[in-house]
């Protein structure tokens, strides 16, 4: 049981920032701010021990509200900040929150070496199919067919599918959420940052200013609830038809694997590399 | 507001207290239109409020979908020796100014003073 929201501002969030925050009114980072600082305090982790890191964007602001070490770095080299931080200082714990053109258009080439190397950071990556700060443009995550004020026809470009992709470059632990789902986001996060080794969790987020707008789906409250009711869980997803699938998401831990991370390996490098200038080897 | 000793007929809890914090609130509408009971409403200017507090049940929905953090369900807590009129203490570079207990920006006795003013306006006419 977390505290209420009165003692997780009192303590999570900064004094120093001017509130209400930034973003458009009913966007979905403000409910993934309050859902990571609630996973946080009910954590009991020292807030000198967290770091933040975050790219260019919507998603960008984030870390900057919050009262922990953060770090607001340049388009897309969020993971690579992340790497530098926990290679240097792996006692810290490192989230990096990413929005979808963040992670898979600018970074997208980061996202996969980090999850290949399997380092223990955690990547929260909001995806609202768009880019939502710079006006609408499509982005990579932007579904076949959806417009955009770069696609006034529809779109022409298959999406990415963050989870299956970062699931196939090797991450330890993949999931998917929505802003909608907020309990379940809680634990995901909580999930994510105690897992060890690469773990990405998907947050799909209304961006009604402008993808809702650009495909007439209405407000954020119209956006969650087709959320509520596309969303089903991993274990009916398995069992239902290729049919019933259609506009339907998996929500969930999808994968969650055990494998030796980066810094084991790097550890167990270094003994090695120790135990033969012993020997005079080398 | 009702008080916070009498129990929900509906629940058997103790009667919720929400807490809407006007200024941080951006009128999006999510806790209205989330709250699995209706418990809360708009009122005149957009801003929620508990509408029907016996029918809440102190789910929590409404605080977790708020995305400024301007909505508490729980007790508010008394902060000793300080009036609704104080002005609530600013951060300045020294941490310590601030009360642990408190956020700078946020002032809880805000909807009791409109309560006052309200209860005063109606005296006079």
Redesign the interface.
Known sequence: MTG???T???EW?R??KK???V?C???????L???LV?ALSSSGLDKNRVVLVSGIGCSGRLPVYVDTASVHTTHGRALTFALGIKLSKPDLVVIVVMGDGDATAIGGNHLIHAARRNLDLTALIVNNQTYGMTGGQFSPTTPFGSKASTAVFGHIENSFDISALSETAGAAFVARSTV?H??QM?NLILQAIRKKGFSVLEVLSPCHTNFGRHNRLG???DM?KMYKKQGVPVKRWEQMSEKERLDRIPLGVLTDRDMPTYLDSYAEVCRLAAGMREEGKI | MPSGKAKSPRSGRRDPKVVIYPAWCKKCGNCVAFCPVQALEEDEWGFPRLARPEECTSCRLCEKLCPDFAITVGEAPVIKGRSAEEPAPRATGDRSTVDRRHSPERVPPVLEHHRDEEESDREET
């Open positions: 209420s929201n009165r997780i501002v009192y969030l004094h120093d509130f209400p925050h973003w009114p009913g966007c979905g980072l403000g409910i701010l309050g859902s609630r909608y907020v309990n809680d407000s954020q409250v969650m």
